[in-house]
């Protein structure tokens, strides 16, 4: 769920998700069914889920649902399967019902078997279910990915397939009188949100966690929190950062150094630079790292089969202070290597021109249909969200917004002027940080630089958040262990006290 990565295209060498930085080496992600960055490595491996329940169905079993693939034409009525699994291990009749909506990847049964929402679903007695998202993983409403196809791509389709399947699935099971809550992390929980804000008679109350609210082209703000998150470790890990990112670029202007950054960075064949895109996705490549670990920092993902999660802040940063390996420069190349080496990847391809090959196969079977190529597609019809390197508060260098937007008309024939009115059109259909509604809690962790376009105060007593100092994406969702921080577990119990409040009879 949460923005992430968690899918990782091995092919590709990205991972692809949503709300995730268009990185790197990549980790995977958390989140039920997202991922969060964008670009990675990291792969992904879904658990065998057992049985909550003698005599019931398995959590992990998949499901299917008849959706429409068009809500907003009457006239239209190609239909298509969209995969779900319930949960009913702890259902007591009466109960409410629980709707987990899936992200920007493929949706991960292990949410059945486990995460904070069935504790709560525990306690209350909830139905739980779990529906992923149009054109992701399994629920793919048509035969390719062209443009002509990804016109049915859109959150608005996503809520009106989650109101159409709340109203079946509550006719069909005789739960039309229960309470539904829906759970979200990531662009999940902006979906979360705008699930209830649209569709109010549907949904009794939301938890939206770390969920984007404000859509906005560019998106600086990104790395300037990653800036703050790295200093929170160590007050010079950051600058240290800054002078290696620096660095790099100063070589880059000199094809004499190619061959030393092939090596060092162990690229699959030489350093090409041939304009401006290559370049900048060669270092956003590389900054990826670090942003893929901030945004997921000492959370426990490793419950969805996620690799690489002893990988934190700490342990870079103690990297980019180890004077032993060299100036920052070499120091920056040590992570990168570990990083390689922790996801398996034996070297690293560059080249912008492969990466476009890529991202505009429209082939199921295509290196980024795993979400890479749907997700950046959302971004360029609806939300932006770039993480660029615009701000000067920031440790990186070498990827500005043009970069990102050019993206758009090289992948999707989108030009700026579309991307910048379809951004605020979005904020215009569901308000921004301007909503206006009720029974959402908004959880946010102070790591994670999602947090930078969410809720960390209250937009009103009824639309409380929950700002939780220390913590990364999506941190309160995961299944809770003896070694989270205090204020983590204090989160928890408050968003099962509102829960309690709001689904009192
Ligand atoms: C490449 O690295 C070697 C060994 O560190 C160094 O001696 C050499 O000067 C470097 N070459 C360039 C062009 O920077
Ligand atoms: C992380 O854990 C893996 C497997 O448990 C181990 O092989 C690896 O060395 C660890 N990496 C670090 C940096 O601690
Ligand atoms: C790209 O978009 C422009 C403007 O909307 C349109 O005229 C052109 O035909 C499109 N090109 C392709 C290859 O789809
Ligand atoms: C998270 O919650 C805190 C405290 O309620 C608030 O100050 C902050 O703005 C929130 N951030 C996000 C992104 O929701």
């Given at each position: 769920?949460?923005?992430?990565?968690?899918?990782?295209?091995?092919?590709?060498?990205?991972?692809?998700?949503?709300?995730?930085?268009?990185?790197?080496?990549?980790l995977?992600?958390?989140?039920?069914?997202?991922h969060g960055?964008?670009?990675g490595?990291?792969?992904?491996?879904?658990?065998?889920?057992?049985?909550?329940?003698?005599?019931?169905?398995?959590?992990?079993?998949?499901?299917?649902?008849?959706?429409?693939?068009?809500?907003?034409?009457?006239?239209?009525?190609?239909?298509?399967?969209?995969?779900?699994?319930v949960?009913?291990?702890f259902?007591r009749?009466?109960?409410p019902?629980f709707?987990?909506?899936g992200g920007e990847?493929?949706?991960?049964p292990?949410?059945?078997?486990?995460?904070?929402?069935?504790?709560?679903?525990e306690?209350?007695?909830?139905?739980c279910?779990?529906?992923?998202?149009?054109?992701?993983g399994?629920?793919r409403?048509?035969?390719?990915?062209?443009?002509g196809?990804l016109?049915?791509?859109?959150?608005?389709?996503?809520?009106?397939?989650?109101?159409?399947?709340?109203?079946?699935?509550?006719a069909?099971?005789?739960?039309a009188?229960?309470?539904?809550?829906?759970?979200?992390g990531?662009y999940?929980?902006?979906?979360?949100?705008?699930?209830?804000?649209?569709?109010?008679?549907l949904v009794?109350?939301?938890?939206?966690?770390?969920?984007?609210?404000?859509?906005?082209?560019?998106?600086?703000?990104?790395?300037?929190?990653?800036?703050?998150?790295?200093?929170?470790?160590r007050?010079?890990?950051?600058?240290?950062?800054?002078?290696a990112s620096?660095?790099?670029?100063?070589?880059?202007?000199?094809?004499?150094?190619?061959?030393?950054?092939?090596k060092?960075?162990?690229?699959?064949?030489?350093?090409?630079i041939?304009?401006?895109m290559d370049?900048?996705?060669?270092?956003?490549?590389?900054?990826?790292?670090?942003?893929?670990?901030?945004?997921?920092?000492?959370?426990?993902?490793?419950?969805?089969?996620?690799?690489g999660?002893?990988?934190?802040?700490?342990?870079?940063?103690?990297?980019?202070?180890?004077?032993?390996?060299?100036?920052?420069?070499?120091?920056y190349?040590?992570v990168?290597r570990?990083?390689?080496?922790?996801?398996s990847?034996?070297?690293?391809?560059?080249?912008?021109?492969?990466y476009?090959?890529?991202?505009?196969?429209?082939?199921?079977?295509?290196?980024?249909?795993?979400?890479?190529?749907q997700?950046?597609?959302q971004?360029?019809?609806?939300?932006?969200?770039?993480?660029?390197?615009d701000?000067?508060?920031?440790?990186?260098?070498?990827?500005?917004?043009?970069?990102?937007?050019?993206?758009?008309?090289?992948f999707?024939?989108?030009?700026?002027?579309?991307?910048?009115a379809?951004?605020?059109?979005?904020?215009?259909?569901?308000?921004?940080?301007?909503?206006?509604s009720?029974?959402?809690?908004?959880?946010?962790?102070?790591i994670?630089?999602w947090?930078?376009?969410?809720a960390?105060q209250?937009?009103t007593?009824?639309?409380?958040?929950?700002f939780?100092?220390?913590?990364?994406?999506?941190?309160?969702?995961y299944?809770?262990?003896?070694e989270d921080?205090?204020?983590?577990?204090?989160?928890?119990?408050?968003?099962f006290?509102?829960?309690?409040?709001?689904l009192?009879?």
């Open positions: 769920m949460c923005v992430c990565c968690s899918h990782v295209d091995m092919a590709l060498q990205r991972c692809v998700s949503l709300l995730c930085p268009a990185a790197l080496l990549l995977l992600s958390g989140c039920v069914g997202g960055r964008f670009k490595f990291g792969n992904f491996r879904t658990l065998n889920g057992g049985e909550h329940a003698a005599g019931k169905r398995s959590a992990s079993e998949e499901l299917w649902f008849t959706q429409k693939l068009d809500h907003f034409n009457g006239a239209d009525g190609r239909e298509w399967k969209q995969r779900y699994f949960n009913e291990a259902y009749p009466g109960g019902v709707l987990m909506i990847g493929p949706s991960n292990a949410w059945m078997q486990s995460g904070t929402w069935l504790t709560y679903a306690q209350l007695g909830a139905l279910f779990l529906l992923e998202h149009r054109f992701y399994k629920s409403p048509t035969a390719d990915l062209t443009l196809s016109r049915f791509l859109s959150s608005q389709q996503a809520l009106a397939d989650l109101a159409h399947f709340r109203s079946a699935l509550a069909a099971r005789g739960l009188a229960s309470r539904w809550v829906a759970f979200g990531s999940p929980g902006s979906l979360a949100t705008w699930f209830r804000v649209k569709y109010p008679h009794h109350a939301a938890v939206a966690t770390s969920a984007p609210l404000y859509a906005t082209v560019n998106f600086p703000e990104y790395l300037e929190v990653v800036w703050r998150s790295l200093a929170s470790e007050a010079d890990c950051p600058v240290v950062l800054q002078e620096r660095a790099l670029v100063e070589r880059l202007s000199d094809p004499k150094t190619y061959d030393n950054i092939t060092d960075f162990n690229l699959c064949s030489k350093l090409q041939e304009n401006k370049s900048a996705y060669f270092l956003e490549m590389l900054a990826g790292n670090f942003m893929d670990v901030v945004q997921y920092n000492e959370d426990n993902r490793g419950f969805e089969g996620a690799v999660t002893n990988i934190t802040i700490k342990l870079l940063c103690g990297v980019m202070a180890d004077a032993s390996l060299g100036d920052p420069y070499a120091r190349a040590a990168a570990l990083m390689m080496d922790a996801f990847i034996k070297c690293l391809n560059t080249g912008y021109e492969s476009r090959r890529d991202m505009t196969d429209a082939s199921w079977d295509g290196p980024a249909a795993g979400g890479g190529r997700w950046v597609y971004t360029c019809t609806e939300f932006g969200f770039f993480q660029s390197t701000s000067p508060n920031q440790p990186f260098s070498g990827f500005p917004l043009p970069y990102h937007v050019q993206q758009c008309a090289d999707y024939n989108i030009s700026g002027a579309r991307l910048a379809a951004v605020a059109q979005t904020n215009e259909q569901y308000g921004g940080y301007g909503v206006r009720s029974r959402i809690v908004l959880p946010n962790g102070s994670d630089p947090h930078a376009l969410g960390t209250d937009i007593p009824e639309l409380p958040a929950v939780i100092k220390g913590t990364a994406h999506c941190a309160n969702m299944p809770a262990r003896s921080l205090p204020q983590l577990a204090l989160a928890r119990d408050h968003i006290l509102l829960l309690q409040k709001w009192k009879p």
